[in-house]
């Protein structure tokens, strides 16, 4: 089993920043993929990024290209989200996730493990 713990979320204004936190432990392995994702009220969960746990290749969902990056730090077992210039309409809960396998995968349901979640809100 995997425990993910995200933090980080909270309120900012139009344009701000903020970076996210996804903490993983248990039986975690440098072949996973850990992904992010979000959901908005009445939405379906969306993909955000995702990236490789020891080859640090990423992917990103067109809308937050150029203003969100995903990194990891190996030693801390964390996954982490830099969200910058951020819009309303970037408004949801931010999920982490973890894939027992090491290719990038963008469907939520190919995602073994979840955490539970931090809410993200971007006044106008």
């Known amino acids: 089993q995997v425990q993910l713990v995200e933090s980080g979320g909270g309120l900012v204004q139009a344009g701000g920043s903020l970076r996210l936190s996804c903490a993983a432990s248990?039986?975690?392995?440098?072949?996973?993929?850990m992904g992010w994702f979000r959901q908005a009220p009445g939405e379906e969960r969306e993909f955000v990024a995702a990236?490789?746990?020891?080859?640090?290749?990423?992917d990103y969902t067109d809308s937050v290209k150029g203003r969100f990056t995903i990194s990891r730090e190996n030693a801390k077992n964390t996954v982490y989200l830099q969200m910058n210039s951020l819009k309303p309409e970037d408004t949801a809960v931010y999920y982490c996730a973890a894939r027992r396998w090491m290719v990038l995968t963008t469907t939520p349901r190919e995602y073994d493990y979840w955490g539970q979640g931090t809410q993200v809100t971007v006044s106008s």
């Open positions: 990236i490789t746990w020891s080859g640090g290749t990423t």
């Open positions: 248990g039986r975690t392995s440098s072949s996973y993929a």
